[in-house]
Structure formats: structure tokens, C-alpha cells
């Protein structure tokens, strides 16, 4: 029976993916780089960088590193000013917080991670929040799903992992916890062949926490 269980953020809980897309491509095009969604979207689904783009265009460190700080400043501006919330999600949760322990295990940064739910209740449902700062590898290995399964001192048939990426399916498998893959657009192209369970919206988790209790 599952008794925890650990979301992603991004595409799960909020739709921010589009808005660090757009920011990596707006700070690439300053460098005269353009950034493809098919190209980004096969960079983020294992887990590497929207800069090998740069570099493979001859740009120095130093320029990456400026562009870098500059995407950075650009995200922050969406996600302060776009709407990223997805419908349902406060409603969920609250049904969710009376028979389940809840925690976030995100690739964000802390700072952005901060700046998306400091006007947000989302987080109040949750024990604990995990960012990338916060454990050795990121996703899709499987040190932020281990890192969360040690907060609540739980095993691996005890949890349950929510997910929207290729990336992130894959550090849930790494970390042999089962993982229920949310459908988003934005993700549409990944590989969930490895996903346990499949939902169309995030409102559809109780009913099928509800038969796994067989």
C-alpha cells in the first residue's frame, strides 16, 4: 500500500516547462543560436543541458556563463508574470493530505523554486521540498527520488512518484519507486514506455491510489 508520495514541480503541480524553455531560448538567440523545441526536447528528456547548443556553435565559457545569468533573470520574469497555475491542483492535494504524507522533489533551483510558491498554497500540503541544491545528481539519476524516500525513512513499495518528463520517470525507475506519469503537452514527445501507471490529470491520482489498495 502506497503511504508517500513525491511530486515533481514543473508540469505537475505548476506549468513552468513552457516559460524555462522560452527563457533558454530568448538568451540563445541572443548569441545568434536558435534554440528547436525537437532539440530541446530530446536534451531535456536525458537529462542534459539547452548550452550544448552553444557550445557546439564555438561559444566560450565565459559567454555561456553570462547567457546563463541572463536565462536565469529571464525565467524569473515568466514565472512572475505568466500563469502557471494548473486547475485542480490546490483540490487534489487537500483530498490527498488526509491519508498521504506529500513531498516536492524538483531540478529547480531553490531560488525559483521560492519565487513560484511564495504566493501559492501548494507547498502547505507538502512535508518537505527538495531542490536541486539538495542532493548530489540531478535527474534522471536517482539521487532526488533516494533523498526523498530517506525524508520520510520509507521504502520503495511505500512510495509513489507523480512525474510529467522522460527525465524524471527515469530517476524514479533509477530509484526503483513506482511512478504515475501525468500527461502534458508540453512532455507529449517522451519515452513513458518504463512509467507504472499512466494519468491523464493530475485529478485522476486519488482514483487510482484508491486501486492500489486492492
Known amino acids: ?122 507547498v502547505k500540503f507538502m512535508d518537505f521540498t527538495l531542490c536541486v541544491e539538495e542532493y548530489p545528481r540531478a535527474k534522471p539519476y536517482a539521487d532526488p527520488y533516494l533523498a526523498g524516500m530517506k525524508k520520510f525513512d520509507a521504502s520503495q513499495k511505500e512510495c509513489l512518484v507523480i512525474e510529467d518528463s522522460q527525465r524524471g520517470l527515469s530517476a524514479a525507475v533509477n530509484a526503483g519507486i513506482e511512478c504515475a506519469v501525468v500527461e502534458n503537452e508540453f512532455t507529449a514527445t517522451h519515452d513513458f514506455s518504463s512509467a507504472t501507471y499512466r494519468i491523464k490529470k493530475l485529478c485522476e491520482l486519488p482514483t487510482l491510489l484508491e486501486s492500489l489498495k486492492g
Open 1 to 122: 500500500m502506497k503511504k508517500f508520495l513525491l511530486f515533481d514541480n514543473d508540469g505537475v503541480l505548476v506549468e513552468t516547462e513552457k516559460w524555462y524553455y522560452e527563457a533558454n531560448k530568448k538568451s540563445l538567440r541572443e548569441i545568434d543560436v536558435d534554440l528547436e523545441f525537437d532539440v530541446y526536447m530530446e536534451i531535456m528528456a536525458r537529462g542534459g543541458t539547452a548550452w550544448e547548443v552553444a557550445q557546439k556553435n564555438g561559444h566560450s565559457k565565459a559567454v555561456i556563463d553570462e547567457q546563463r545569468r541572463r536565462r536565469d533573470s529571464y525565467y524569473q520574469e515568466f514565472i512572475s508574470s505568466m500563469h502557471i497555475e494548473i486547475e485542480g491542483v490546490l483540490d487534489v492535494l487537500e483530498e490527498l493530505s488526509h491519508e498521504y504524507k506529500m513531498g516536492i522533489v524538483t531540478t529547480s533551483r531553490r531560488e525559483d523554486f521560492e519565487l513560484i510558491h511564495s504566493q501559492r498554497e501548494i
